[in-house]
């Protein structure tokens, strides 16, 4: 199936110049392999955040539908 992955905050610089990737990822998949099948491992970013998927937020390891935009967040920080 197909989805839509993208990176905001300062995870945007992983994909390079790309706003936005589309990825072919197997029925099921949770937003961890989405990520993994883009070539992101969130447990080695030090600053990630979060994902959402069509705009809600949710867990790492919930599945994914056909069509589903899967964001991913970087931690905000300020003062």
Known sequence: MEITIT????LKKLFGEDKE???EV???CTCDEALQ???INYREIPNFGFVAVNGMRVMID????PGDELKAWSR???G
């Open 21 to 23: 990737r589309k990825v």
């Open 76 to 78: 905000v920080s300020g």
């Open 7 to 10: 990176l905001r905050g300062t």
């Open 62 to 65: 919930d599945k994914l539908s």
């Open 26 to 28: 197997p029925e099921g």
């Open 37 to 39: 099948v883009a070539g």
